[in-house]
């Protein structure tokens, strides 16, 4: 008796005090994946040494593993903006950014557009962000307010400002109105 009670006291101490956590639920724990980390609806904005903006948007966001300075990118869209205001984006299905260099390399349906109404199409392409210049070496398809494009890759600078068509282009292009003039 004399370890029996002392004993059956200490296991009923034990059950009070246990009594709390055995009648509620267990609480879910939360652990965090040693891989990847995720960020959804990503949105980077800064300034060039020039003062321009620029920014880079996706709906997901996921950090490379093997590559430390590479974020992998659903439906990335960037903007690069003159400080006059006009600007040039471009978007695609997925992107691949650097974030040493700056530079966005985007594969799937990638479509640029600029604020005076040109646009095109290409199934890659790479910009650097932060200068405002873009080039790709595939099939480019395109339209806007003088006609249509098509060609073998593209180089884009000061912001699509300047793009130069690459390689066999063709061109369809109207011809501007005169001011003062009138179509029949």
Do not use: C
């Amino acid at each position: 008796m004399k370890f029996v009670l002392p004993a059956a006291a200490l296991a009923m101490m034990a059950l009070l005090a246990a009594w709390p956590s055995l009648n509620s639920p267990q609480a879910p724990r939360i652990a965090a994946d040693a891989g990847q980390s995720e960020m959804l609806k990503p949105r980077y904005f800064s300034l060039d040494e020039h003062n321009q903006p620029f920014s880079l948007v996706a709906a997901k966001a996921d950090k490379s593993t093997d590559q430390p300075d590479i974020v992998l990118l659903d439906d990335p869209q960037a903007e690069m903006t003159e400080t006059a205001g006009t600007w040039v984006t471009m978007r695609s299905d997925k992107g691949w950014y650097n974030q040493v260099t700056g530079i966005l390399l985007m594969r799937g349906n990638v479509h640029v557009l600029r604020d005076d109404g040109n646009e095109f199409t290409t199934s890659e392409a790479e910009a650097d962000i932060r200068k405002g210049n873009a080039w790709g070496d595939q099939a480019v398809a395109g339209q806007g307010p003088q006609g249509e494009i098509n060609a073998i890759g593209f180089r884009m600078t000061d912001r699509g400002k300047s793009v130069v068509f690459l390689n066999q282009s063709k061109a369809a292009v109207q011809a501007a109105e005169r001011p003062g003039s009138k179509k029949p």
